[in-house]
C-alpha cells in the first residue's frame, strides 16, 4: 500500500523555521521525483519545490527561493522541507508528491501556520 505521510507542520511567529518530513513507503522511493506544494485557503495549489529522484537537480518557487531548501534521504524514503524566514504568506496545507514513471503519489498534508 503506498503511503505518504508529511509531518511537522504548526503555528509559527514570523521570521520563524520549520522542517517538513514527508515519510514514503509502499513503492520504491528512489525512483521518483519529490515534490512539495502548498495550498493556502482560497487560492490554488502550487508548487513550492521539487527534487529529482537522485538529488541532482532541484528547483523552487520564486517565491520561496532562498528560504527554503528541498531535500530527500533515499535512505530513510524520506523528504524534507525546512522552511526558513517564515512569512504570514507561507500559510497553508503543505502536500507532498512522489511523481515517477506513471507514478503520482499525494500525501494528505500539513498544515502551516505563519502568526504572530
Known amino acids: 500500500q503506498v503511503q505518504l505521510v508529511e509531518s511537522g507542520g504548526g503555528l509559527v511567529q514570523p521570521g520563524g523555521s520549520l522542517r517538513l518530513s514527508c515519510a514514503a513507503s509502499?513503492?520504491?522511493?528512489?525512483?521518483?521525483?519529490m515534490l512539495w506544494y502548498r495550498q493556502a485557503p482560497g487560492k490554488e495549489r502550487e508548487l513550492v519545490a521539487s527534487i529529482t529522484y537522485n538529488g541532482a537537480n532541484i528547483r523552487y518557487a520564486d517565491s520561496v527561493q532562498g528560504r527554503f531548501t528541498i531535500s530527500r534521504d533515499n535512505g530513510k524514503n524520506t523528504a524534507y522541507l525546512q522552511m526558513n524566514s517564515l512569512k504570514p504568506e507561507d500559510t497553508a496545507v503543505y502536500y507532498c508528491?512522489?511523481?515517477?514513471?506513471?507514478?503520482?503519489?499525494w500525501g494528505e498534508g500539513t498544515l502551516v501556520t505563519v502568526s504572530s
Open positions: 508528491n512522489a511523481f515517477g514513471d506513471g507514478r503520482d503519489y
Open positions: 509502499g513503492f520504491i522511493f528512489d525512483n521518483d521525483a
